[in-house]
Nanobody
């Protein structure tokens, strides 16, 4: 059974940092598109960042560029989202997602544009207070 489990969410003040983790089990995402998404109350889900785990290429939404960093640890089958300089508008439930089909070559930008993410985690709440 494939599972993505997010952790690391919490409550912080504006300007603070959090690191989210997405641990995968049941499938090894060694050459796949993986991404972080978020959904705030009353808003549509939006993409935050993406990574191609085959080479580490990344891509970010303009709203988080320079503040968030997506990274991977293939040995642990885990993807991370380091979030710095957090703002109240970053408050949302954050979800990890993965595309099951492996790719021999890709880029973070291509992964960011994908709409066929098959596997999703349950989400972790991030709350940033002003």
């Amino acid at each position: 059974q494939v599972q993505l489990v997010e952790s690391g969410g919490g409550s912080v003040q504006a300007g603070g940092s959090l690191r989210l983790s997405c641990a995968a089990s049941g499938y090894t995402y060694s050459s796949n598109c993986m991404g972080w998404f978020r959904q705030a109350p009353g808003k549509e889900r939006e993409k935050v960042a993406a990574i191609w785990t085959g080479g580490g290429s990344t891509y970010y939404a303009d709203s988080v560029k320079g503040r968030f960093t997506i990274s991977q640890d293939n040995a642990k089958n885990t993807v991370y989202l380091q979030m710095n300089s957090l703002k109240p508008e970053d408050t949302a439930i954050y979800y990890c997602a993965a595309e099951r089909s492996p790719r021999e070559w890709s880029t973070g930008g291509y992964c960011y544009r994908r709409t066929s993410y098959n596997d999703w985690g349950q989400g972790t709440q991030v709350t940033v207070s002003s």
